[in-house]
Nanobody, 120 residues
């Protein structure tokens, strides 16, 4: 049974930083592309960042480029999202997601989400 468990969310002032973690189990982590999605109140879920199975290939939404960094540790089955220079518009529930690299078109494993709130 695949499990993705996020942690590290919380309340932070604008300009501050948070580091999210997502611990994966029940899957061969190193063959999965991992991503962080977010969903703000009243808005659709959007992808914030993604990372390929080796950690070399990364992509970011324009809204977070230069402020967020995605990384992974395949030895620890964990993916991270370092968020710096946070803005109130970054407030959202952040979800970790996984899909098999090169095969799956859609992310088919999801965590329960962690709340990030940025105060102005």
């Amino acid at each position: 049974q695949v499990q993705l468990v996020e942690s590290g969310g919380g309340l932070v002032q604008a300009g501050g930083s948070l580091r999210l973690s997502c611990a994966a189990s029940g899957l061969t982590f190193s063959v999965y592309t991992m991503a962080w999605f977010r969903q703000a109140p009243g808005k659709e879920r959007e992808i914030a960042a993604a990372i390929g199975r080796t950690g070399i290939t990364k992509s970011y939404a324009e809204s977070v480029k230069g402020r967020f960094t995605i990384s992974r540790d395949n030895a620890r089955n964990t993916v991270y999202l370092q968020m710096n220079s946070l803005k109130p518009e970054d407030t959202a529930v952040y979800y970790c997601a996984a899909k098999i690299s090169g095969i799956a078109n859609e992310y088919n494993h999801w965590g329960q989400g962690t709340q990030v709130t940025v105060s102005s």
